[in-house]
Structures are given as C-alpha cells and as structure tokens.
C-alpha cells in the first residue's frame, strides 16, 4: 500500500526518484521522503508529512544530489502520519531502508534489538527492518548477506530497498508479497512497486519472485531466488508510454478514466468477440478447453469493487451456463472450512493483481479440490496472474484513480466473456448465446451515449452535497450495481452510503428514510420493474426523495419526490454495465462539489497490498 523507488544511476537520481514518487502517490500519501547516498559517502535524507509535492519543496531549497538513493510514499500501517514515522528510515548513519507490507513479528525482533542497543525514534515495522540488517552487518556480513538473512527472520508480507555508507554504489531489494520491478536501463538500473513510476527513464522490466534478493549496481543487475542462487528472470518491455499517466483535459483521473470506458471495454472485446462465431476457449490459456469442459461449479472471490463484478457475474453464470455460483470476500475466504461443489473453477478478481487478501485466497485454494484457477486482472505480469493456470485479462490500461472505473466495468466485460465460453461448453442455445455477443459488441457505443448524461447529473449532484447520509437499491442483477453506486459515493464524497435489494427496505432500511436521505434506485425495465415500483412508493410516502436511474421504457412519472433518469441502452443481460456509468458520475460530481481530494481519498490506497 506504499510506493518505493529507487535507482543506481551515473546522472543525479533526486528528479527520477521525484518524479517515480509522484506516479506512485495513487499507493500512498500521507508522508514521502528521499534519502541519497551523496559524493562524500554520507546518507542525506528529507522526509514529509503529506503529499509528494511537500517533499518536492524541500529538495527546491535543499536539494539531495546522489547517484545512488531510494524514495517512498507512505499509506499508514504502523504509527500516525508524521515526520519521524516517514519512510526512509535509516538505523544510526549507516544505512537507510524503505518498506511496503507488514512485518508481523517486528515487536518480538525490536524488543531483541533494544537489548542489544538500538534505539528506537519511530512507531513503525520499517524500523525494525531497517536495525534488524544493521545487526548483521555489525556481525561482519555485506550488505547482500545482511539483508538476505534479515529478510528470512521477516515474518508477514514485504518489500524492501536499503542503501549503506558502507557500500555506496548499490542498492539490495527483496520482496516476500508486495510487488517490485525492476527497470534496466543503460549504465543505470532502478527498483520500483510498479512500471508506472519508471516509464520516463525505461521501458524495459523484470518481476522479481516471492523470495527474490536483488542486487542493484550501475553495472548489473543480480537476482537471488530463496535458496540464494543466483537467477535469471525474463525481462519484458513494456506497451506503456510515460504520457499514459497524463491527466489530459480532465480535471481529474477518476474523471478521465469514467470517460475512457467506452475505449477500455473495446479493447477488452477486441479479438475474443464477433457476433457470428462462438468465442474461443484459448483466450483463458492453453489448458483452458479441457477445465472449461469439466466445470460444474464455479467460486469467485474478490475485494471491493472487484468482489461486487463478482455478484453481477453470478446471475449471468446460472442464468446463461446453468452452473452454480458461489461468491465471497477474499478477506473472508481464507479463515473458514469450505463445502467445495465437485469440479469446481477457482475465480479470482483484481485490477492490480496484487490485492494482499485475492493473493491469500488463490494460495488458500492450491491446498482444496479446485479443477483450476482463473485470473481476471488488469496487470500481465501481476503475482495473480503468476498464481493462476489461466487468465483473461482486462484491457483497461493505468487507473490512477483510488475509485475503480473502468477496472470495473472491463471486468463485468471479461467475466461475461467467461460465462459465454461456459455456457458455449455446457450447450446453451446458440441463438441465445449470439444475442449476448451482439449485446457485448453493442456496449461501448451504448455507454458512450450513457455518458452523454453527464451534464445532468451534474445539476442532480447538488442534491447531495449537503446530505450526510444515502441509500441505494436494486434488484436482482441490479443489486450489486447498486451496492458499487453507494461504494463510490462513499469512498470520495465521505456520505455515509449503503445498498440493499429493494425488497429488503420495509425488514428495517426503511426506518432511516426521511427528507434528509436522498435514496437511489437502480430500475430495470423488466418483471421486477412493478415489485421496485411498490418500494419506491414506501420512499415516498415517507418523505424520501428519489433519483431512479431507468432502462428506456421505465414509466415511472417524473415529479415532486422522484427525479427519473433514463438511462440509453436496452433491457437486456448487460444492462447493468451500462447502469453503473451515471452512478459513477453523481459520486463524482458530489465529491468535486464538496471540495473532497477526488483521486486520492483519505484513508484509501489503490492496491491493498496488505492484509
């Protein structure tokens, strides 16, 4: 849930490191700091509480030159955002070290370090570390060895990059959970949590394993996999280009990334989808036709917004491919016995692919009777995808943005892709089948036209900028649409959200109902359409008003207490896909209204790489 950087380099690495910091803030942001080895040996270091921009203040009156330095952005786990609990820490002069994760057992290992002498200005994990290694080199050992054997005495989930006076010219990684690369360049390598902070300086990369040792010099780099051999791991070179991460005309990424959608889903159609031909199993990996053909269950697990892309796809699998569908918080998953039905598909979900509690859960699973693991995810070289036999990746591109967009409905895209190729398998009717596809194709045109509401939530967003609290519902596949409609509102507006079926409002919701809880509600045009009708009528008999978005055709009546929305598209099996563009939007414009930090919510990181 942080963001490392750090480099080797013959030029100045304090504008690499500044810059990689900044394209790592969506991972952090209540503190960042920078620590270089400078020309005299010595290690120079500023730390800041906030965002990067506080850090690059400091560096314009003190600047930190170096060839050789680290930096980091952090997102809290030990300790209150403060200057002293900012990464990097360093243990004496000797050395400087920055963190992602938790190291689980660093209260046993810091009360063996002050015994032993060390003393303690923070209240961090990071700390521990950064103490733990300077005991091995205190013991004679290099900085390689020291972190090597450290690093087997870390007990939960990490990444780390250290920097020593005693070695000036290289920097030591590992990472056990969290994600690192590796960026290779000429006469200069770097390290970061992911290859947006590197595009300006590389487009060349690596993905150190669970276990990995990297040793990092201008001249090379060495990896060293959890035996302590020496390594090679494949280097890739990256489709991205440094303008991916700009925001361009928007004012914000969310903002951006609503309006990429239409784009994003037809990449993630492109070249798996036609409307006259069945898609073909081989887009999910080779082994992909014979599990496809075994499956009789399928288990989904997921996080978050992923998790509820998850709860629309279970009324797709047993409504297309007739296949019973389990869904589950990841977070969950892991800590309970399971009935597993025979012949079961294992599903997991993350844009990132490193979600700390998905990778727990697909590890989880490798131990129970599943036919295989499919990975649905954003990021090629992601530890998911590594985890998983097969996988169908989204097309979504970089989302900085903390509240998932287009992960979202690129997911909904490649899920339905997956039921096609079961329901394919399992001998659905083709016609039907063929609708569906044509339906698929038919999606970024449909949410382009959807997104031409834009103007008018805006004004209805008003509404909401003074309201603390918010209810949304839904039906059927409509339900969880709504649930990530009231996620939204909540993670960047700060208004108290919740979603329920409709039918569950007169069992207790409805208490809460009053002139001063706008309720939302997600109306499908088809047999649950009078059933939602006679629940928005309780709303309103009870003083509620009501902002209904509507498929064509909906004839509810527009007036006091009941702002309708038609939303374009049709009634059919993707419907909600559609239906979560203008949810999107009024979370949006009530967060840009309220003057909230819209990219960077507070309390919030974009990949929980921590459990």
């Given at each position: 849930?942080?963001?490392?950087?750090?480099?080797?380099?013959?030029?100045?690495?304090?504008?690499v490191?500044?810059?990689?910091?900044?394209?790592?803030?969506?991972?952090?942001?209540?503190?960042?700091?920078?620590?270089?080895v400078?020309?005299?040996g010595?290690?120079?270091?500023?730390?800041?509480?906030?965002?990067?921009?506080?850090?690059?203040?400091?560096l314009?009156?003190?600047?930190?030159?170096?060839?050789?330095?680290?930096?980091h952005?952090?997102?809290?786990?030990?300790?209150?955002p403060?200057?002293?609990?900012?990464h990097?820490h360093?243990?004496?002069?000797?050395?400087?070290?920055?963190?992602?994760?938790?190291?689980?057992?660093?209260?046993?290992l810091?009360?063996?370090?002050?015994?032993?002498?060390?003393?303690?200005?923070?209240e961090?994990?990071?700390?521990?570390?950064?103490?733990?290694?300077?005991?091995?080199?205190?013991?004679?050992?290099?900085?390689?060895?020291?972190?090597?054997k450290?690093?087997?005495?870390?007990?939960?989930?990490?990444a780390?990059?250290?920097?020593a006076?005693?070695?000036?010219?290289?920097?030591?990684?590992?990472?056990?959970?969290?994600?690192?690369?590796?960026?290779?360049?000429?006469?200069?390598?770097?390290?970061?949590s992911?290859?947006?902070?590197?595009?300006?300086?590389?487009?060349r990369?690596?993905?150190?394993?669970?276990?990995?040792?990297i040793?990092?010099?201008?001249?090379?780099?060495?990896?060293?996999?959890l035996?302590?051999?020496?390594?090679e791991?494949?280097?890739?070179?990256?489709a991205l280009?440094?303008?991916?991460?700009?925001?361009?005309?928007?004012?914000?990424f969310?903002?951006?990334?609503?309006?990429?959608?239409?784009?994003?889903v037809?990449?993630?159609?492109?070249?798996?989808?036609?409307?006259?031909?069945?898609?073909?199993?081989?887009?999910?990996?080779?082994?992909?036709?014979d599990?496809?053909s075994?499956?009789?269950?399928?288990?989904?697990?997921?996080?978050?917004?992923?998790y509820?892309?998850g709860?629309?796809?279970?009324y797709?699998?047993e409504?297309?491919?007739?296949?019973?569908?389990?869904?589950?918080?990841?977070?969950?998953?892991?800590?309970?016995?399971?009935?597993?039905?025979?012949?079961?598909?294992?599903?997991?979900?993350s844009q990132?692919?490193?979600?700390?509690?998905?990778?727990?859960?697909?590890?989880?699973?490798?131990?129970?009777?599943?036919?295989?693991?499919?990975?649905?995810?954003?990021?090629?070289?992601?530890?998911?995808?590594?985890e998983?036999?097969?996988?169908?990746?989204t097309q979504?591109?970089p989302?900085?943005?903390?509240?998932?967009?287009?992960?979202?409905?690129?997911?909904l895209?490649?899920?339905?892709e997956?039921?096609?190729?079961?329901?394919?398998?399992?001998?659905?009717?083709?016609?039907r089948?063929?609708?569906?596809?044509r339906?698929?194709?038919?999606?970024?045109?449909l949410?382009?036209?959807a997104?031409?509401?834009?103007?008018r939530?805006?004004?209805?967003?008003?509404?909401?900028?003074?309201?603390?609290?918010?209810?949304?519902?839904?039906r059927g596949?409509?339900?969880?649409?709504?649930?990530?409609?009231?996620?939204?509102?909540?993670e960047?507006?700060y208004?108290?959200?919740?979603?329920?079926?409709?039918?569950?409002?007169?069992?207790?919701?409805?208490?809460l109902?009053?002139?001063?809880?706008?309720?939302?509600?997600?109306?499908?045009?088809?047999?649950?359409?009078?059933?939602l009708?006679?629940?928005?009528?309780?709303?309103?008999?009870r003083?509620?008003?009501?902002?209904?978005?509507?498929?064509?055709?909906?004839?509810?009546?527009?007036?006091p207490?009941?702002?309708?929305?038609?939303?374009?598209?049709?009634?059919?099996?993707l419907s909600?896909?559609?239906?979560?563009?203008p949810?999107?939007?009024l979370a949006y414009?009530a967060?840009v209204?309220?003057?909230?930090d819209?990219d960077?919510?507070r309390n919030?990181?974009?990949?929980?790489?921590?459990?």
């Amino acid at each position: 849930m942080c963001g490392i950087i750090g480099g080797v380099a013959e030029r100045n690495v304090q504008e690499v490191l500044l810059e990689g910091l900044r394209r790592l803030e969506y991972r952090g942001y209540d503190s960042a700091g920078m620590a270089v080895v400078d020309d005299a040996g010595r290690i120079q270091r500023h730390r800041r509480v906030g965002k990067v921009t506080e850090l690059a203040r400091a560096l314009l009156t003190e600047p930190l030159p170096g060839h050789v330095g680290i930096a980091h952005t952090r997102w809290a786990t030990h300790g209150v955002p403060s200057e002293q609990n900012a990464h990097p820490h360093c243990s004496t002069n000797r050395l400087a070290i920055v963190h992602n994760g938790i190291i689980e057992n660093y209260e046993k290992l810091k009360e063996e370090l002050i015994q032993a002498g060390y003393r303690f200005q923070s209240e961090t994990d990071t700390e521990v570390a950064a103490h733990r290694i300077a005991w091995h080199l205190d013991q004679g050992d290099d900085l390689l060895e020291a972190v090597k054997k450290a690093s087997r005495e870390f007990e939960g989930a990490y990444a780390l990059a250290v920097i020593a006076v005693d070695e000036p010219g290289r920097i030591i990684a590992c990472r056990k959970g969290p994600p690192l690369v590796i960026g290779y360049g000429i006469g200069e390598h770097f390290i970061a949590s992911d290859v947006q902070a590197l595009l300006p300086v590389t487009q060349r990369f690596a993905f150190p394993e669970n276990g990995d040792v990297i040793d990092i010099k201008r001249e090379a780099v060495t990896i060293y996999d959890l035996q302590g051999r020496a390594v090679e791991r494949e280097i890739k070179n990256s489709a991205l280009s440094p303008t991916a991460l700009d925001r361009g005309r928007y004012r914000h990424f969310m903002q951006k990334e609503i309006f990429e959608q239409p784009y994003a889903v037809s990449e993630t159609l492109e070249g798996r989808v036609e409307a006259a031909r069945p898609l073909a199993a081989e887009i999910l990996g080779s082994a992909a036709r014979d599990v496809l053909s075994r499956t009789r269950g399928v288990q989904i697990v997921a996080c978050g917004t992923s998790y509820h892309a998850g709860l629309v796809a279970r009324y797709w699998l047993e409504e297309l491919a007739g296949i019973p569908c389990q869904v589950e918080v990841a977070s969950e998953y892991r800590y309970r016995r399971h009935a597993i039905l025979p012949d079961s598909l294992f599903l997991s979900l993350s844009q990132s692919g490193e979600t700390a509690d998905t990778l727990a859960a697909v590890q989880a699973s490798k131990e129970e009777p599943y036919l295989a693991r499919l990975a649905i995810c954003n990021v090629p070289e992601s530890s998911l995808v590594r985890e998983s036999e097969l996988t169908l990746l989204t097309q979504a591109g970089p989302e900085i943005g903390v509240a998932s967009t287009k992960a979202f409905t690129t997911q909904l895209v490649a899920l339905i892709e997956v039921v096609l190729l079961l329901a394919q398998e399992k001998g659905a009717d083709e016609k039907r089948l063929a609708e569906v596809r044509r339906e698929l194709l038919s999606l970024p045109s449909l949410i382009e036209q959807a997104l031409e509401l834009d103007p008018r939530i805006e004004r209805l967003s008003e509404a909401f900028v003074e309201k603390r609290n918010a209810l949304f519902l839904g039906r059927g596949a409509f339900y969880p649409i709504a649930m990530e409609g009231a996620l939204k509102l909540k993670e960047i507006s700060y208004i108290h959200a919740e979603a329920y079926p409709a039918g569950e409002l007169k069992h207790g919701p409805l208490a809460l109902v009053d002139s001063d809880m706008p309720v939302v509600a997600v109306a499908p045009n088809n047999s649950m359409l009078e059933k939602l009708a006679s629940n928005l009528e309780e709303v309103r008999a009870r003083g509620g008003e009501l902002f209904v978005f509507a498929e064509p055709g909906v004839t509810l009546k527009d007036g006091p207490g009941l702002n309708l929305i038609h939303v374009p598209g049709g009634s059919g099996l993707l419907s909600p896909v559609i239906m979560i563009i203008p949810l999107q939007l009024l979370a949006y414009h009530a967060a840009v209204l309220k003057g909230t930090d819209v990219d960077q919510p507070r309390n919030l990181a974009k990949s929980v790489t921590v459990e």
